[in-house]
Protein backbone atom coordinates (compact mmCIF):
# COMPACT_ATOMS: atom_id res chain seq x y z
CA UNK A 1 0.00 0.00 0.00
CA UNK A 2 1.45 3.53 -1.21
CA UNK A 3 1.56 6.23 1.82
CA UNK A 4 2.40 8.79 -0.27
CA UNK A 5 0.96 10.85 -2.32
CA UNK A 6 3.14 13.38 -4.88
CA UNK A 7 1.90 16.08 -7.31
CA UNK A 8 3.51 14.11 -10.98
CA UNK A 9 1.27 16.65 -13.63
CA UNK A 10 0.49 20.15 -13.69
CA UNK A 11 -1.74 22.50 -16.11
CA UNK A 12 -3.22 25.54 -16.78
CA UNK A 13 -5.57 27.08 -19.10
CA UNK A 14 -6.60 31.13 -19.02
CA UNK A 15 -9.19 32.26 -21.77
CA UNK A 16 -7.19 34.51 -24.60
CA UNK A 17 -9.83 37.59 -23.71
CA UNK A 18 -8.17 39.77 -21.28
CA UNK A 19 -10.38 42.55 -19.30
CA UNK A 20 -7.99 45.39 -18.10
CA UNK A 21 -9.08 47.70 -15.30
CA UNK A 22 -9.82 50.20 -18.02
CA UNK A 23 -12.03 48.07 -19.60
CA UNK A 24 -14.13 47.78 -16.53
CA UNK A 25 -13.67 51.41 -16.24
CA UNK A 26 -16.21 51.66 -19.79
CA UNK A 27 -18.69 48.69 -17.52
CA UNK A 28 -19.41 50.64 -14.40
CA UNK A 29 -18.33 53.59 -11.71
CA UNK A 30 -14.75 52.55 -10.81
CA UNK A 31 -11.05 53.60 -11.72
CA UNK A 32 -7.85 51.65 -11.98
CA UNK A 33 -6.82 53.10 -9.15
CA UNK A 34 -9.89 52.12 -7.14
CA UNK A 35 -9.42 48.48 -8.21
CA UNK A 36 -5.44 48.45 -8.05
CA UNK A 37 -5.26 49.65 -4.16
CA UNK A 38 -8.18 48.02 -3.02
CA UNK A 39 -7.35 44.20 -4.39
CA UNK A 40 -3.95 44.38 -6.41
CA UNK A 41 -6.02 43.60 -9.07
CA UNK A 42 -4.84 44.60 -12.99
CA UNK A 43 -7.01 42.11 -15.43
CA UNK A 44 -8.93 39.28 -15.66
CA UNK A 45 -9.95 36.67 -18.29
CA UNK A 46 -12.59 36.36 -19.64
CA UNK A 47 -14.02 32.91 -21.70
CA UNK A 48 -15.37 33.02 -25.07
CA UNK A 49 -19.23 32.18 -25.70
CA UNK A 50 -17.83 28.87 -26.95
CA UNK A 51 -15.82 28.03 -23.76
CA UNK A 52 -16.98 26.36 -20.47
CA UNK A 53 -15.75 24.81 -17.30
CA UNK A 54 -15.70 21.56 -19.20
CA UNK A 55 -13.57 23.07 -22.07
CA UNK A 56 -11.20 24.91 -19.87
CA UNK A 57 -10.66 22.22 -17.63
CA UNK A 58 -9.97 19.68 -19.98
CA UNK A 59 -7.55 21.88 -21.57
CA UNK A 60 -5.68 22.35 -18.50
CA UNK A 61 -6.29 18.43 -17.40
CA UNK A 62 -4.52 17.61 -20.67
CA UNK A 63 -1.47 19.34 -19.60
CA UNK A 64 -1.50 17.98 -16.56
CA UNK A 65 -1.55 13.93 -17.99
CA UNK A 66 1.38 15.06 -20.13
CA UNK A 67 3.29 16.12 -17.69
CA UNK A 68 2.97 13.20 -15.56
CA UNK A 69 3.40 11.04 -18.48
CA UNK A 70 0.20 9.11 -18.11
CA UNK A 71 -2.81 9.07 -20.22
CA UNK A 72 -6.60 9.56 -19.70
CA UNK A 73 -7.40 5.71 -19.34
CA UNK A 74 -4.53 5.46 -16.40
CA UNK A 75 -6.85 7.89 -14.15
CA UNK A 76 -8.45 6.43 -11.47
CA UNK A 77 -10.21 9.03 -9.99
CA UNK A 78 -11.29 12.55 -11.45
CA UNK A 79 -12.50 15.36 -8.77
CA UNK A 80 -12.97 18.85 -10.50
CA UNK A 81 -13.60 21.82 -8.19
CA UNK A 82 -15.83 24.58 -9.42
CA UNK A 83 -18.89 27.04 -8.60
CA UNK A 84 -19.75 27.50 -11.86
CA UNK A 85 -20.06 23.79 -13.49
CA UNK A 86 -21.29 23.87 -17.64
CA UNK A 87 -24.49 22.61 -15.54
CA UNK A 88 -26.18 22.07 -12.39
CA UNK A 89 -25.97 18.36 -13.34
CA UNK A 90 -24.38 16.27 -14.43
CA UNK A 91 -20.83 17.09 -13.13
CA UNK A 92 -18.46 18.75 -15.33
CA UNK A 93 -16.22 15.82 -14.12
CA UNK A 94 -18.09 13.52 -16.13
CA UNK A 95 -17.80 16.12 -19.27
CA UNK A 96 -13.63 15.87 -18.71
CA UNK A 97 -13.93 12.03 -18.51
CA UNK A 98 -15.22 11.43 -21.09
CA UNK A 99 -13.16 13.79 -23.03
CA UNK A 100 -9.87 12.36 -21.74
CA UNK A 101 -11.01 8.77 -22.49
CA UNK A 102 -10.75 7.80 -18.94
CA UNK A 103 -12.49 4.94 -17.35
CA UNK A 104 -12.96 6.33 -13.46
CA UNK A 105 -15.05 7.58 -10.69
CA UNK A 106 -15.38 11.20 -11.40
CA UNK A 107 -17.48 14.43 -9.56
CA UNK A 108 -17.52 17.97 -8.69
CA UNK A 109 -16.58 19.24 -5.05
CA UNK A 110 -18.40 22.75 -4.24
CA UNK A 111 -16.61 24.80 -1.79
CA UNK A 112 -15.94 27.59 -3.69
CA UNK A 113 -12.99 29.01 -3.71
CA UNK A 114 -11.33 26.32 -1.20
CA UNK A 115 -12.27 23.64 -3.33
CA UNK A 116 -9.04 22.82 -5.45
CA UNK A 117 -7.41 22.46 -1.84
CA UNK A 118 -10.98 20.25 -0.30
CA UNK A 119 -10.74 18.30 -3.61
CA UNK A 120 -6.62 17.52 -3.15
CA UNK A 121 -6.98 16.17 0.61
CA UNK A 122 -9.94 13.81 -1.07
CA UNK A 123 -7.69 12.55 -3.79
CA UNK A 124 -5.11 12.20 -1.22
CA UNK A 125 -7.07 9.82 0.49
CA UNK A 126 -8.02 7.57 -2.25
CA UNK A 127 -4.09 7.39 -2.68
CA UNK A 128 -3.19 6.38 0.84
CA UNK A 129 -5.48 3.84 1.38
CA UNK A 130 -4.40 1.71 -1.69
CA UNK A 131 -7.47 2.41 -4.06
CA UNK A 132 -6.36 4.95 -6.72
CA UNK A 133 -2.64 5.26 -8.49
CA UNK A 134 -3.42 8.35 -10.37
CA UNK A 135 -6.09 11.19 -9.54
CA UNK A 136 -6.94 13.72 -11.70
CA UNK A 137 -7.64 17.24 -9.49
CA UNK A 138 -9.10 20.19 -11.30
CA UNK A 139 -10.12 24.16 -10.18
CA UNK A 140 -11.76 25.78 -12.90
CA UNK A 141 -14.43 28.65 -12.90
CA UNK A 142 -15.86 30.48 -15.74
CA UNK A 143 -17.13 33.29 -12.58
CA UNK A 144 -17.79 35.84 -15.62
CA UNK A 145 -21.16 33.69 -16.41
CA UNK A 146 -22.29 34.38 -12.85
CA UNK A 147 -21.16 37.50 -12.15
CA UNK A 148 -23.22 41.05 -12.18
CA UNK A 149 -21.61 43.36 -14.47
CA UNK A 150 -23.53 46.23 -12.98
CA UNK A 151 -22.60 45.32 -9.34
CA UNK A 152 -19.04 47.27 -9.33
CA UNK A 153 -18.39 45.53 -6.00
CA UNK A 154 -18.12 42.09 -7.34
CA UNK A 155 -17.45 42.25 -10.91
CA UNK A 156 -14.13 43.48 -10.77
CA UNK A 157 -12.90 41.03 -8.49
CA UNK A 158 -13.43 38.26 -10.70
CA UNK A 159 -11.34 36.25 -13.40
CA UNK A 160 -12.16 32.85 -15.67
CA UNK A 161 -9.37 30.03 -15.89
CA UNK A 162 -8.50 26.87 -15.25
CA UNK A 163 -6.08 24.41 -12.83
CA UNK A 164 -5.02 20.96 -12.84
CA UNK A 165 -2.82 18.31 -11.24
CA UNK A 166 -2.02 14.58 -11.25
CA UNK A 167 -1.64 13.16 -8.14
CA UNK A 168 -0.04 9.84 -8.00
CA UNK A 169 0.89 7.26 -5.65
CA UNK A 170 4.63 7.09 -4.51
CA UNK A 171 6.70 5.32 -2.09
CA UNK A 172 8.91 8.26 -2.20
CA UNK A 173 8.74 10.61 1.22
CA UNK A 174 7.04 13.70 0.28
CA UNK A 175 4.00 15.06 -1.43
CA UNK A 176 0.71 15.72 0.32
CA UNK A 177 2.48 15.97 4.42
CA UNK A 178 -0.75 17.74 5.95
CA UNK A 179 -3.66 19.61 5.27
CA UNK A 180 -6.98 20.95 7.09
CA UNK A 181 -10.50 21.89 5.89
CA UNK A 182 -13.09 24.11 7.28
CA UNK A 183 -16.40 25.30 7.40
CA UNK A 184 -18.98 27.74 9.00
CA UNK A 185 -22.08 27.81 7.68
CA UNK A 186 -23.68 30.36 9.99
CA UNK A 187 -24.15 33.39 7.41
CA UNK A 188 -24.38 31.71 3.50
CA UNK A 189 -25.62 35.48 2.60
CA UNK A 190 -21.95 36.89 2.99
CA UNK A 191 -21.36 35.11 -0.44
CA UNK A 192 -23.70 33.48 -2.56
CA UNK A 193 -25.79 33.08 -5.47
CA UNK A 194 -29.72 33.34 -4.29
CA UNK A 195 -31.72 32.12 -6.51
CA UNK A 196 -31.21 29.46 -8.94
CA UNK A 197 -31.48 26.27 -6.05
CA UNK A 198 -34.15 24.44 -4.21
CA UNK A 199 -34.35 27.55 -1.91
CA UNK A 200 -35.45 30.12 -4.21
CA UNK A 201 -36.12 28.75 -7.87
CA UNK A 202 -35.74 30.94 -10.88
CA UNK A 203 -38.31 33.04 -11.55
CA UNK A 204 -38.96 35.95 -13.60
CA UNK A 205 -38.76 38.43 -10.66
CA UNK A 206 -35.70 36.70 -9.27
CA UNK A 207 -34.15 37.42 -12.53
CA UNK A 208 -35.24 40.89 -12.54
CA UNK A 209 -33.71 41.14 -9.44
CA UNK A 210 -30.53 39.89 -10.20
CA UNK A 211 -30.24 37.58 -7.95
CA UNK A 212 -29.23 34.81 -10.26
CA UNK A 213 -25.80 36.37 -9.97
CA UNK A 214 -22.90 36.50 -7.46
CA UNK A 215 -23.42 38.70 -4.31
CA UNK A 216 -20.73 39.63 -1.58
CA UNK A 217 -20.59 41.36 1.78
CA UNK A 218 -17.22 42.45 0.82
CA UNK A 219 -15.95 44.11 3.76
CA UNK A 220 -17.85 41.16 6.05
CA UNK A 221 -15.61 38.49 3.78
CA UNK A 222 -12.83 40.26 3.67
CA UNK A 223 -12.34 40.19 7.80
CA UNK A 224 -12.54 36.72 7.83
CA UNK A 225 -10.08 36.05 5.18
CA UNK A 226 -7.58 37.66 6.85
CA UNK A 227 -8.36 35.93 10.19
CA UNK A 228 -8.75 32.81 8.54
CA UNK A 229 -6.01 32.62 5.79
CA UNK A 230 -3.16 32.54 8.27
CA UNK A 231 -4.78 29.93 11.05
CA UNK A 232 -5.68 27.63 8.18
CA UNK A 233 -2.31 27.23 7.30
CA UNK A 234 -0.57 27.27 10.49
CA UNK A 235 -3.04 24.26 11.23
CA UNK A 236 -1.88 22.44 7.81
CA UNK A 237 1.86 23.24 8.83
CA UNK A 238 1.13 21.87 12.44
CA UNK A 239 -0.47 18.50 10.55
CA UNK A 240 2.68 18.46 9.04
CA UNK A 241 4.88 18.84 12.01
CA UNK A 242 5.99 21.94 10.37
CA UNK A 243 5.91 25.83 11.34
CA UNK A 244 6.02 28.53 9.08
CA UNK A 245 9.58 29.12 8.77
CA UNK A 246 10.15 25.02 7.43
CA UNK A 247 7.90 27.27 4.25
CA UNK A 248 10.14 27.40 1.02
CA UNK A 249 6.92 29.23 -1.04
CA UNK A 250 3.83 30.54 -0.05
CA UNK A 251 1.20 29.82 -2.67
CA UNK A 252 -2.13 31.79 -0.89
CA UNK A 253 -5.75 31.90 -2.79
CA UNK A 254 -5.50 34.68 -5.02
CA UNK A 255 -8.70 36.98 -3.98
CA UNK A 256 -6.93 40.36 -2.61
CA UNK A 257 -3.56 41.44 -2.56
CA UNK A 258 -4.41 43.11 1.15
CA UNK A 259 -5.36 39.76 2.03
CA UNK A 260 -2.55 37.96 1.43
CA UNK A 261 -0.48 40.57 2.76
CA UNK A 262 -2.23 40.49 6.42
CA UNK A 263 -1.76 36.37 6.01
CA UNK A 264 1.79 36.52 4.89
CA UNK A 265 2.79 38.95 7.83
CA UNK A 266 0.92 36.98 10.54
CA UNK A 267 3.19 33.63 9.22
CA UNK A 268 6.26 36.47 9.41
CA UNK A 269 7.07 35.44 5.67
CA UNK A 270 9.49 37.55 3.49
CA UNK A 271 7.71 38.61 0.40
CA UNK A 272 10.09 36.29 -1.64
CA UNK A 273 8.50 33.55 -0.37
CA UNK A 274 5.04 34.59 -1.13
CA UNK A 275 3.43 33.92 -4.34
CA UNK A 276 1.27 36.85 -6.27
CA UNK A 277 -0.14 36.66 -9.74
CA UNK A 278 -3.64 38.06 -8.93
CA UNK A 279 -2.50 41.31 -10.80
CA UNK A 280 -2.72 39.09 -14.19
CA UNK A 281 -5.93 36.71 -13.51
CA UNK A 282 -8.29 38.08 -10.66
CA UNK A 283 -9.74 36.18 -8.43
CA UNK A 284 -10.63 33.00 -10.62
CA UNK A 285 -11.91 31.22 -7.01
CA UNK A 286 -11.43 26.97 -7.62
CA UNK A 287 -8.32 27.86 -10.15
CA UNK A 288 -6.84 30.48 -8.66
CA UNK A 289 -4.08 28.03 -6.47
CA UNK A 290 -3.66 25.26 -9.40
CA UNK A 291 -2.75 28.38 -11.98
CA UNK A 292 -0.81 29.89 -9.23
CA UNK A 293 1.50 26.91 -8.67
CA UNK A 294 1.62 26.39 -12.12
CA UNK A 295 3.15 30.12 -12.79
CA UNK A 296 5.50 29.33 -9.50
CA UNK A 297 6.55 26.15 -11.56
CA UNK A 298 7.46 28.22 -14.66
CA UNK A 299 9.18 30.88 -13.15
CA UNK A 300 11.74 28.18 -10.96
CA UNK A 301 9.92 28.91 -7.87
CA UNK A 302 9.37 25.22 -7.21
CA UNK A 303 12.04 22.74 -6.95
CA UNK A 304 12.54 19.11 -5.80
CA UNK A 305 12.49 18.98 -2.04
CA UNK A 306 10.83 22.45 -1.72
CA UNK A 307 8.46 22.92 1.11
CA UNK A 308 4.76 24.19 -0.58
CA UNK A 309 1.94 25.86 1.74
CA UNK A 310 -1.37 26.60 0.29
CA UNK A 311 -4.24 28.27 2.07
CA UNK A 312 -7.97 29.37 0.56
CA UNK A 313 -10.85 30.54 2.18
CA UNK A 314 -14.17 31.46 0.34
CA UNK A 315 -18.21 31.04 -0.10
CA UNK A 316 -19.77 28.80 2.20
CA UNK A 317 -17.46 29.91 4.78
CA UNK A 318 -15.50 27.41 3.78
CA UNK A 319 -11.55 26.97 4.32
CA UNK A 320 -8.60 24.83 3.46
CA UNK A 321 -4.45 24.47 3.28
CA UNK A 322 -2.81 22.00 2.71
CA UNK A 323 1.32 21.47 2.74
CA UNK A 324 3.40 19.71 -0.33
CA UNK A 325 6.65 18.84 -0.48
CA UNK A 326 7.46 19.10 -4.17
CA UNK A 327 9.24 15.54 -5.54
CA UNK A 328 8.72 15.91 -9.28
CA UNK A 329 11.32 16.55 -11.81
CA UNK A 330 11.73 20.38 -12.97
CA UNK A 331 14.37 20.50 -15.68
CA UNK A 332 16.91 23.11 -14.64
CA UNK A 333 20.78 23.13 -13.30
CA UNK A 334 19.52 25.39 -10.79
CA UNK A 335 16.38 23.05 -9.39
CA UNK A 336 18.80 19.67 -10.44
CA UNK A 337 21.79 20.80 -7.48
CA UNK A 338 18.81 22.12 -5.04
CA UNK A 339 16.76 18.59 -5.06
CA UNK A 340 20.22 17.14 -4.73
CA UNK A 341 21.33 19.43 -1.35
CA UNK A 342 17.53 17.76 -0.59
CA UNK A 343 18.12 14.43 -1.16
CA UNK A 344 15.28 13.82 -3.44
CA UNK A 345 15.31 11.32 -6.61
CA UNK A 346 14.29 13.18 -9.81
CA UNK A 347 13.65 11.34 -13.23
CA UNK A 348 10.15 11.71 -14.34
CA UNK A 349 7.01 9.81 -12.59
CA UNK A 350 7.36 7.17 -15.21
CA UNK A 351 10.99 6.94 -15.09
CA UNK A 352 11.48 6.19 -10.90
CA UNK A 353 8.80 3.45 -11.44
CA UNK A 354 10.80 1.91 -14.19
CA UNK A 355 13.71 1.92 -11.24
CA UNK A 356 11.68 0.69 -8.43
CA UNK A 357 10.22 -2.29 -10.85
N1 LIG B 1 -14.91 50.96 -7.78
C1 LIG B 1 -15.05 52.07 -7.05
N2 LIG B 1 -15.64 52.09 -5.85
C2 LIG B 1 -16.11 50.92 -5.37
C3 LIG B 1 -16.00 49.72 -6.09
C4 LIG B 1 -15.37 49.76 -7.34
N3 LIG B 1 -15.21 48.66 -8.10
N4 LIG B 1 -16.56 48.75 -5.34
C5 LIG B 1 -17.00 49.28 -4.21
N5 LIG B 1 -16.74 50.60 -4.22
C6 LIG B 1 -17.05 51.60 -3.20
C7 LIG B 1 -18.17 51.18 -2.30
O1 LIG B 1 -19.40 51.50 -2.89
C8 LIG B 1 -17.90 51.99 -1.06
O2 LIG B 1 -18.38 53.28 -1.27
P1 LIG B 1 -19.13 54.08 -0.08
O3 LIG B 1 -18.10 54.21 1.00
O4 LIG B 1 -19.50 55.36 -0.74
O5 LIG B 1 -20.30 53.21 0.30
C9 LIG B 1 -16.37 52.08 -1.03
O6 LIG B 1 -15.92 51.74 -2.34
C10 LIG B 1 -15.72 51.20 -0.01
O7 LIG B 1 -16.29 49.91 -0.10
P2 LIG B 1 -15.78 48.76 0.84
O8 LIG B 1 -16.57 47.53 0.55
O9 LIG B 1 -15.72 49.25 2.25
O10 LIG B 1 -14.28 48.59 0.31
P3 LIG B 1 -13.20 47.64 0.87
O11 LIG B 1 -11.98 48.39 1.24
O12 LIG B 1 -13.75 46.65 1.86
O13 LIG B 1 -12.82 46.79 -0.44
C11 LIG B 1 -13.33 44.70 -1.45
C12 LIG B 1 -13.83 46.08 -1.11
C13 LIG B 1 -12.14 44.81 -2.38
C14 LIG B 1 -14.45 43.93 -2.15
C15 LIG B 1 -12.90 43.96 -0.15
O14 LIG B 1 -13.91 44.08 0.81
C16 LIG B 1 -12.59 42.51 -0.36
O15 LIG B 1 -11.65 42.16 -1.04
N6 LIG B 1 -13.33 41.63 0.31
C17 LIG B 1 -13.10 40.21 0.19
C18 LIG B 1 -13.76 39.73 -1.05
C19 LIG B 1 -13.30 38.38 -1.47
O16 LIG B 1 -12.16 38.04 -1.34
N7 LIG B 1 -14.23 37.63 -2.03
C20 LIG B 1 -13.94 36.40 -2.60
C21 LIG B 1 -14.11 35.29 -1.63
S1 LIG B 1 -13.62 33.84 -2.31
C22 LIG B 1 -14.86 33.05 -3.19
O17 LIG B 1 -15.36 32.07 -2.72
C23 LIG B 1 -15.28 33.53 -4.49
Known amino acids: MSQYSAITGW ?11 ADMERIVETSDEWITSRTGIKQRHVAAPNETASTLSIAAARQALERAGIEGKDLGLIIVATVSADYPFPSTAN ?3 HALGAQCGAFDMQ ?24 ALVIGVEVL ?19 GAVVLSAS ?3 GGLLGFTIGSDGARPDLLWIPTGGSAE ?3 EQTIRDRRNFVQMQGSEVFKFATRVMGTAME ?10 DDMDLFIPHQANLRIIEAASKRLNLPSEKVFVNIQDYGNTSAAAIPIALCEAIDQGRVYPGAHLGMVAFGAGLTWAAAVVQWTAPIATQENSY ?12 AEQEKVQV
Not at 338 to 349: E, I, L, P
Open 338 to 349: KAAKAGVKTGTH
Open 111 to 134: AACSGFLYSLSIAHQFIANGSVKH
Open 11 to 21: GMYVPEKVMTN
Open 171 to 173: DQP
Open 95 to 97: LVQ
Open 235 to 244: EALANAGMTA
Open 144 to 162: SRVVDYTDRATCVLFGDGA
Open 201 to 203: PAT
